[in-house]
């Protein structure tokens, strides 16, 4: 079967490897936005497809069986378009989303429904680290009240605001490493994406065990999908007739 994954996370790259060596034909599509990106097996198409319906006449003109949307959690628009192009294309579609991380019961955690209000709540003074991708790094260095560690893939592409200090690191990580970064810059509050899944988890027990208030930015509201968590679920999911 011909199979078109919307990637971009770990568990995007598993499923492709899985679906390939199962004898599928994958196409993994990514936005872009990563330098030089992991490359998952089989085929790799980057950039935008011009939003949902430009999604729905790729779909139909390249024939494709099924459709995974296994883009990060917090890729609303995409997670959208993925389900109204898939629609328009009459394509089998299934959303492959990590399971969001739960708060210890003793954790210092609180939620915020947006960027903004996460930024807002940081009392004057805090010394935060930044875990939250490139995207909305202007809502928090704003602050100039407050002081930023900011974690990055790649090294910014031009200087961050002066109360911002990047540090750049790719995942998985670690609690060790992560109870030294946060000790080396003697941080308050941590701020994170509910990103789920074992990779990055470590920052949120290193700031438990240092008793480090986490401010976490909780997922969008996501438009109804056949949605799983977990590639074997996804390949399930995915109804494919045994390939000969
Ligand atoms: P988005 O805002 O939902 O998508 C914006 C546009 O990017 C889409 O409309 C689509 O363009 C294109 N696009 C996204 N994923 C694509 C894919 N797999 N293949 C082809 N085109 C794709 O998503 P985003 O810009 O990627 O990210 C939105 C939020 O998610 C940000 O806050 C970002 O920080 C977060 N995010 C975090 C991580 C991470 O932490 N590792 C990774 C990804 C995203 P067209 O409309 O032109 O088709």
């Given at each position: 079967m011909k199979i078109l994954i919307l990637g971009g996370t770990a568990e995007a790259r598993m499923l492709a490897a899985r679906l390939v060596a199962l004898g599928h034909e994958v196409v993994t599509s990514l936005?872009?936005?990563?330098?030089d990106p992991l490359r998952p097996a089989g085929t790799l198409r980057v950039g935008g497809f011009g939003g949902a319906e430009a999604l729905g006449s790729f779909i139909a003109r390249e024939a494709f069986d099924r459709v995974v949307d296994?883009?990060?959690?917090?890729?609303a628009k995409m997670h959208a378009h993925a389900v109204s192009g898939a629609a328009r294309a009459d394509c089998r579609l299934v959303r492959l989303v990590r399971a969001p991380w739960q708060a210890p019961p003793d954790a210092s955690w609180v939620p915020f429904q947006s960027d903004a209000l996460a930024a807002a709540s940081l009392p004057d003074g805090a010394r935060v680290f930044l875990?939250?991708?490139?995207?909305?790094?202007a809502t928090y260095l704003e602050r100039r009240d407050c002081r930023f560690v900011v974690r990055l893939?790649?090294?910014?592409t031009h200087p961050l605001a002066a109360n911002a200090l990047p540090v750049v690191g790719r995942p998985p990580f670690d609690v060790a490493g992560e109870l030294a970064l946060l000790r080396q810059h003697a941080i308050s509050h941590l701020v994170s994406k509910?990103?789920?899944?074992?990779?990055?988890?470590?920052k949120l027990q290193a700031a438990q065990q240092l008793g480090i208030a986490i401010c976490m930015v909780e997922r969008p509201a996501l438009p109804p999908a056949h949605e799983v968590d977990t590639v074997e679920a996804a390949i399930a999911a995915l109804e494919l007739p045994p390939v000969r």
């Amino acid at each position: 079967m011909k199979i078109l994954i919307l990637g971009g996370t770990a568990e995007a790259r598993m499923l492709a490897a899985r679906l390939v060596a199962l004898g599928h034909e994958v196409v993994t599509s990514l936005a872009g936005r990563t330098a030089d990106p992991l490359r998952p097996a089989g085929t790799l198409r980057v950039g935008g497809f011009g939003g949902a319906e430009a999604l729905g006449s790729f779909i139909a003109r390249e024939a494709f069986d099924r459709v995974v949307d296994a883009t990060h959690p917090y890729a609303a628009k995409m997670h959208a378009h993925a389900v109204s192009g898939a629609a328009r294309a009459d394509c089998r579609l299934v959303r492959l989303v990590r399971a969001p991380w739960q708060a210890p019961p003793d954790a210092s955690w609180v939620p915020f429904q947006s960027d903004a209000l996460a930024a807002a709540s940081l009392p004057d003074g805090a010394r935060v680290f930044l875990t939250v991708g490139q995207t909305q790094l202007a809502t928090y260095l704003e602050r100039r009240d407050c002081r930023f560690v900011v974690r990055l893939l790649a090294s910014p592409t031009h200087p961050l605001a002066a109360n911002a200090l990047p540090v750049v690191g790719r995942p998985p990580f670690d609690v060790a490493g992560e109870l030294a970064l946060l000790r080396q810059h003697a941080i308050s509050h941590l701020v994170s994406k509910n990103s789920g899944g074992a990779q990055t988890e470590a920052k949120l027990q290193a700031a438990q065990q240092l008793g480090i208030a986490i401010c976490m930015v909780e997922r969008p509201a996501l438009p109804p999908a056949h949605e799983v968590d977990t590639v074997e679920a996804a390949i399930a999911a995915l109804e494919l007739p045994p390939v000969r």
